[in-house]
């Protein structure tokens, strides 16, 4: 068999005509289906639904820009004010350094970023400035020790010999029934 | 305000109108590819009208983007082979003695000898790739040729002539075995 005479057996195989009301029950079955150009009611409540959670989304992100400057109630305020310092007097066993504010009911006003440091640790320390301006304690530091000084140990105290009984005598006292 | 309003709304009416008209073209140039593609798998009327009829309202669906006239012709066949095979899969499962009967009817050849000559030609072709299966079928129907054969696959002339020459070796070679086989028993 020849390739001419296979592809007219396949014409002839195909060559088969479709009834003659196909065309007009395809026109009927597609005027059942919605215009191609208008939306579905599918893809209305779909993207509906898509412009709805990224409104959501938008608003419920957490806004990195910097909260507006407002009145904001009792605010810690720390004011680094330039008081008079006194002049430290260096002895030679301790240092001792003495912060004395101006007045110690004037508010502290420190103007500190919110996320570099955490809200204990600012009033921990304006706690300790506070403290430090009412005298209520002195900040010593020990004086480093100086390294050309020999350094000097003391003898430990002479410890008095540790009596220990022998084992047998234990072993003889358990089997007599006697706790040692 | 509402003469825009009205001159929108006409375009849209335009707009529908035109798609309507273009799928009504497509839709009568068009109609017996997609009958006998869906035939040449099913080779029961009935269900070939079915699933052609099924093809077209899927491309209507999707007539913004199938406005082009081979393109529109390329999805077709695609479609209607690969839902026709979808239906002869779910068909065999179903009714493998009642398609036999179909088949014998279906086949209007005047002898005997025809009629068998026929049901090895359809065998073979089943029993071709799918691939190959399609190009056969698609340059057997309405003399289409290599070019036309090429945009509805939408493949290069080359990929064609191959899957022709591969098409038509494997043809000759299973109608031989089932000649010689029909003839010895």
């Known amino acids: 068999m020849n390739d001419p005479s296979l592809d007219r057996e396949i014409e002839s195989l195909l060559a088969t005509e479709p009834s003659p009301e196909f065309v007009a029950r395809v026109r ?52 680094i004010a330039p008081a008079p310092v006194q002049p430290i007097h260096r002895q030679p066993a301790t240092l001792r350094i003495v912060a004395v504010a101006a007045s110690p009911d004037r508010p502290i006003d420190i103007d500190l970023p919110d996320v570099v440091i955490a809200e204990n640790e600012v009033k921990a320390y304006t706690t300790l400035v506070s403290s430090i301006r009412r005298s209520r304690f002195d900040v010593a530091v020990p004086a480093a020790p100086d390294p050309n000084t020999p350094l000097e140990i003391k003898e430990l105290p002479a410890a008095e010999p540790i009596e220990i009984e022998p084992i047998v005598r234990l072993a003889v006292l358990q089997t007599e029934g006697e706790r040692p | 305000m509402h003469e825009r309003a009205d001159r929108l709304a006409s375009t849209f009416v335009t707009v529908d109108e035109d798609l309507a008209r273009e799928f009504e073209a497509r839709l009568v140039e068009s109609s017996t590819l997609a009958f006998r593609v869906a035939f040449s798998v099913l080779r029961q009327r009935e269900d070939a009208e079915d699933v052609a009829q099924e093809a077209f309202a899927k491309a209507y669906r999707s007539f913004r983007q199938l406005r082009d006239r081979e393109r529109f012709r390329a999805w077709l066949v695609r479609m209607t082979f690969r839902m026709a095979i979808d239906r002869q899969r779910a068909n065999r499962r179903r009714f493998v003695r009642e398609q036999a009967i179909e088949i014998a009817r279906e086949t209007t050849g005047d002898t005997v000898v025809e009629h068998e000559r026929a049901e090895q030609l359809w065998r073979a072709i089943d029993a071709l790739p799918e691939r190959l299966r399609l190009t056969i079928v698609l340059a057997g129907i309405q003399g289409h040729d290599i070019r036309e054969v090429a945009m509805l696959l939408d493949v290069p002339d080359g990929t064609v002539k191959s899957r022709l020459f591969l098409a038509r070796k494997q043809l000759r070679e299973r109608l031989s075995w089932m000649v010689t086989d029909t003839s010895t028993r």
């Open chain 1, 28 to 79: 009927a079955r597609v005027a059942t289906e919605p215009d191609p150009g208008r939306w579905r009611p599918s893809f209305i409540f779909a993207t509906a639904g898509a412009v709805v959670v990224v409104i959501v989304a938008v608003i419920a992100w957490p806004s990195r820009e910097p909260a507006p400057a407002g009145p904001k109630g009792p605010a810690l305020q720390v004011q």
